[in-house]
């Protein structure tokens, strides 16, 4: 009975209208049925009407729910595209559609369930992935929360350089809480450090009244380098050490957050091992490589969220004696989402505000002054400034 109230209870609907005085607002009591054939709502303050799949993963689909979720749950758990085509006679082109919608729709439910809740990380990993496409070799970095096991979002790229790393550690930096104590361990890449530098920094106005404010690094930021040195596939040698700040600090929050007596990348390691099995296009040796980077980023996303909402860990639940998912540990949710209540959730826009009144305001102590009105003359002024008689 909950599944079906996910898309057709009344009461936990909004208008997504952007000129919506009400739009965002559930219980409002705004919105009513509207039609008995489709299941379709329309909003009372702007008249607006809309399906009640507007807003999910659904929208715009016309295969049965049931089936819709059932494809995208075999996704998520690393089931190959063409295996899905034969089993359920699908197009193959329909799947990988499905695709796409499901991981734009679980990004923005990432953005707006972890990066506006702004949580204490206090530390993290981040490792990136270097994945075999097709007429392609893409990277894949992502970052982990070590004490919850929640996966903090991953950027995929082209080439291996800066602009990944920027990417990552600024969308880290959205869902920290500013001005924290934060760990980050990062492998032996050298563009790590001076990204997090650039991306945990806050503005310190300057004493002086010119010039721009000055962009200051968090004073409790520590970075460690983890640099493993491997000689016929095994690691022979394994360097620790710390790229800023105290190596003290950094062993007493590897002991808060449970994650090591010593400077590690474990917990990271591990989430990309289950991001190999998850994700089809990340399997070694495998003949269904991704096309694209798109698909790729789409899948990523799935099994992220899902494995942030959906999946009890078993680390987690082994210490609580029950179910518990990263989310439930990181206190953003109180159960475990199915894979449909994932897909089904509505993203609120922003609550609406009154557009400025722009031009001069009117004076309200002077009485209006009336236009003066412009008479024709039977003048016409020429060029250099003289004026001889019109012939119209």
């Known amino acids: ?58 929208e715009g689909l016309r295969k049965p729910v049931e089936l819709i979720v059932i494809v995208v749950t075999l996704l998520s758990y690393g089931c190959p595209l063409q295996a899905i085509v034969h089993a359920f006679e699908l197009d193959e082109r329909t799947v990988a559609r499905w695709q796409k919608q499901a991981g734009a729709h679980c990004q923005k439910v990432h953005e707006e369930q972890i990066m506006q809740n702004k949580l204490d990380l206090q530390h993290i990993q981040a490792d990136e992935i270097r994945v075999k496409g097709c007429t392609m070799i893409p990277w894949m970095a992502m970052a982990i929360m070590v004490s919850t096991r929640l996966w903090l979002g991953g950027v995929v790229s082209l080439r291996r350089d800066r602009k990944l790393a920027d990417a990552l550690f600024r969308l880290v930096r959205g869902c920290a809480t500013p ?82 007596k010593v400077l590690n990348t474990a917990f990271i390691e591990r989430i990309n091992g289950t991001f190999r099995e998850r994700l089809a296009g ?15 980023e789409a899948g990523m996303w799935l099994v992220g969220c899902t494995y942030n909402w959906c999946w009890a860990h078993q680390e987690l639940s082994r210490k609580r004696g029950d179910a518990i998912s990263p989310a439930m540990a990181s206190g953003l949710t109180d159960h475990l989402w199915t894979v449909k209540e994932l897909l089904a959730h509505r993203i609120a826009p922003s609550p609406w505000s009154p557009p400025k009144r722009r031009g001069r305001p009117p004076s309200l102590g002077r009485p209006h002054k009336a236009a003066p009105i412009k008479r024709r003359t039977g003048l016409l002024r020429l060029k250099g400034g003289a004026l001889c008689p019109s012939t119209r």
């Open 1 to 58: 009975m909950k599944q079906n109230r996910l898309l057709s209870d009344a009461s936990q609907l909004f208008c997504q209208n952007e000129r919506c005085p009400a739009r965002g607002q559930i219980g409002a009591r705004n919105i009513v049925k509207h039609g008995q054939k489709r299941e379709r709502y329309k909003c009372k303050v702007c008249g607006k009407t809309f399906s009640a799949k507007e807003g999910t993963m659904f």
């Open 179 to 260: 001005l924290r104590p934060l760990l980050v361990l990062t492998d032996g890449w050298a563009a790590y450090p001076h990204s997090i530098r650039r991306a945990f920094r806050e503005k310190r106005p300057r004493l002086t009244s010119k010039g721009r404010c000055k962009l200051v690094v968090w004073p409790e930021l520590l970075i460690g380098t983890v640099i493993k040195r491997t000689a016929k596939k095994h690691v022979v040698e394994v360097i620790r050490r710390m790229a800023h700040g105290l190596e003290e600090k950094a062993l007493h929050l590897l002991s808060s957050t449970s994650g090591g």
């Open 282 to 296: 990340l399997t070694r040796r495998c003949r269904h490589a991704p096309r694209t980077s798109t698909l790729l």
